[in-house]
């Protein structure tokens, strides 16, 4: 099967030396949901920005669709949905009309641009608010625009910058139910975005991004189960802790929890735990709960970089990206 | 083709809701010329006493200027509205599409071209209320497509800085540039009586050629080819460098 996207050492420094994306290589087949998944700063967005023709690389080459973001920018442009991150959308245009110029854009049939404007607005739930003007819309409303902006010429690969930041819980889950559609459907989809659930939930594999390079890629069970077993996490009742670490020794690795509980790791996979029940209460110990405890992504990403996702360090990278790439941004003002 | 067409309207009419959508907004900027001329005549009305000044009536002297001095501004306007664009990011939704680059940017300036005619039409109506002579249809009409030109060249100078420097803060230099283009011209008086460096610079400033294609259907009451031909090559040649360089920075706006 093609790659929809490939990169091969791809980078991008800005001046000052400022090194955003020092070489990267991907490959997402057609069909897949990829999750970039990296703190504010990590080179996220400017790896997308080069993949969607609006920044060209300093190094490195990369092709979506299967043309080259360089040399046939126009083409990728022809096959690509793009969201970018806050959803760019004018305020005094209504939602129909961002529809509608989006196909003009695309050089779709007027007819046709219009059909496929009423049925995306339907899709996502805007048909009622569609000729409103988009300054009165709500958060969620707008990325649910943004989104269906990007879906009207039927793109090949769909580009979702950051999808729900920002977003509340429902609105969230909305915007992930409609891309899980549009990939059943053929769609591939890259996403990028900082919060481990959303990588999760959505990707059939996970990059992590670092500082402008990979730490790691794989599917999220993979990338978890690489780092370390499942742990189950007991409370032990009155005062029985020290007689259960040792009966818990034999079966794994012990080590204290949060709240004074206690845990073992099940190096023999979940079906250890009816075992372990087992031996704690031929030894008279009562517990008062357990948990099995699978490793998170968010441990995979301590374990791959070393720290945190909202690490300080990560978010004055983000502020030095800036001030080489984008501009100083001023109250807006309209003429 | 067509398609291409449609994608100009678009991005005009877009350029239009600034006006039509906001209307509290648009209010200074409608006026601003008015008031220009209005202060002007009362200012230097009789500076058509002194000898050597080639029209006896300075409302219809002065009131090219002040319709092309609308249209900069408004072409002006048109380059802080893309810094704007380029801050929130709506430009690159515009960059990300296949749409041709020269597609994009004939939809800006098109809609400079046709905001530039709301000034100028309250201006006229006031400017014939205090007395400018009516230049005929033909002088009128040639002053609009002047005018709308000019709105789209001072465009073009705002789109090539607002791609250049990416900030609204760019904004007095758009604004100053097609200020000083206008002004330092035969703008308040005829080339005979300027003196010294506004003198030289007046004579080669292609505007100055714009204001006379202008200021002739009101001055002299009728067209001439003399004076309509050197307005044209004025306004392509501005053109075709100022589209140049602004082609130019689209290209590069991702370097």
Redesign the interface.
């Known amino acids: 099967m093609p790659a929809a996207i490939e990169t091969h050492a791809l980078a991008r420094s800005f001046k000052g030396d400022v090194v955003a994306v020092a070489g990267i290589d991907l490959e997402v087949a057609e069909g897949e949901i990829y999750a970039f998944l990296g703190p504010n700063g990590a080179g996220k967005t400017t790896t997308v920005?080069m993949l969607?023709?609006?920044?060209?690389p300093t190094g490195g080459r990369a092709s979506v669709a299967g043309h080259d973001v360089a040399g046939e920018a126009?083409a990728v442009?022809?096959s690509?949905g793009?969201a970018?991150?806050?959803a760019?959308?004018?305020p005094?245009?209504t939602g129909r009309?961002l529809m509608?110029?989006?196909a003009?854009?695309?050089?779709?049939?007027?007819a046709e641009g219009r059909r496929r404007a009423e049925a995306l607005l339907e899709r996502v739930d805007l048909a009622d608010a569609a000729d409103r003007?988009v300054g009165t819309y709500s958060g969620g409303m707008r990325r649910r625009l943004d989104l269906a902006?990007a879906l009207v010429h039927e793109p090949a690969v769909l580009f979702l910058d950051e999808p729900t930041t920002g977003l509340d819980p429902v609105s969230r889950l909305t915007i992930w139910e409609e891309v899980q559609k549009l990939n059943d459907a053929g769609t591939t989809v890259f996403l990028t975005t900082q919060y481990l659930e959303e990588a999760d939930r959505l990707a059939d594999r996970v990059g992590i991004i670092d500082r402008g390079t990979m730490a790691a890629e794989d599917t999220p069970a993979a990338l978890k189960a690489g780092i370390r077993d499942p742990r189950l996490e007991l409370t032990i009742a009155d005062g029985g802790a020290d007689r259960a670490r040792d009966v818990l020794t034999r079966f794994g690795e012990v080590a204290p929890a949060a709240d004074g509980r206690v845990s073992v790791s099940l190096g023999g996979g979940r079906g250890q735990v009816a075992a372990i029940v087992r031996a704690l209460d031929d030894a008279g110990l009562m517990m008062d709960s357990l948990d099995v405890v699978e490793p998170t992504l968010d441990d995979v990403f301590v374990a791959k970089t070393g720290r945190g996702l909202d690490d300080q360090r990560a978010r004055e990278q983000e502020q030095r990206e800036r001030s080489g790439d984008e501009?100083?941004?001023?109250e807006?003002?309209?003429? | 083709m067509s398609?291409?067409i449609?994608?100009v309207r678009?991005?005009a009419f877009?350029g239009l809701?600034?006006v039509v959508?906001?209307p509290g907004?648009a209010i200074p900027?409608l006026l601003a010329p008015t008031i220009f001329l209005l202060g002007f005549v009362s200012m230097f009305g009789n500076l058509t006493e002194l000898p050597g000044f080639t029209s006896d009536d300075f409302v219809s002297f002065v009131l090219p200027v002040m319709m092309l001095q609308g249209a900069g501004f408004t072409g002006a306007?048109t380059g802080?509205?893309l810094a704007?664009d380029?801050?929130?990011?709506?430009f690159?939704?515009?960059?990300?599409?296949?749409?041709p680059r020269p597609v994009l940017l004939a939809g800006m300036i098109a809609s400079a071209s046709v905001r530039a005619l709301l000034p100028t039409s309250v201006l006229l109506v006031v400017a014939f209320a205090i007395g400018a002579d009516y230049p005929g249809v033909v002088g009128l009409l040639v002053a609009l497509v002047f005018v709308a030109a000019f709105a789209a060249l001072a465009a073009a100078w705002g789109i090539v800085l607002a791609l250049r420097?990416?900030?609204?803060?760019a904004a007095p230099l758009m604004q100053a540039g097609t200020f000083m283009a206008v002004m330092f011209t035969t703008s308040y008086a005829p080339l005979e009586l300027l003196t010294g460096w506004l003198r030289a610079v007046a004579t080669v400033n292609p505007v100055t050629r714009v204001i006379e294609a202008v200021r002739q259907g009101f001055v002299a009451g009728e067209v001439s080819w003399a004076l309509t031909w050197p307005g044209l090559v004025a306004v392509a040649g501005l053109g075709a460098v100022l589209v140049a360089l602004a082609l130019r920075g689209m290209a590069r706006s991702?370097?």
């Open positions: 920005r969607t023709t609006l920044l060209a126009d442009r022809r690509i793009v970018l991150q806050e760019a959308l004018d005094l245009m009309e509608l110029l989006q003009t854009l695309h050089a779709l049939p007027r003007r902006s501009q100083l941004v001023v807006p003002a309209r003429q | 398609g291409r449609a994608t678009a991005l877009r809701n600034e959508r906001v907004a900027s306007a802080v509205n704007r380029i801050e929130q990011g709506w690159d939704r515009l960059l990300a599409s296949p749409a420097f990416k900030t609204q803060s991702g370097r």
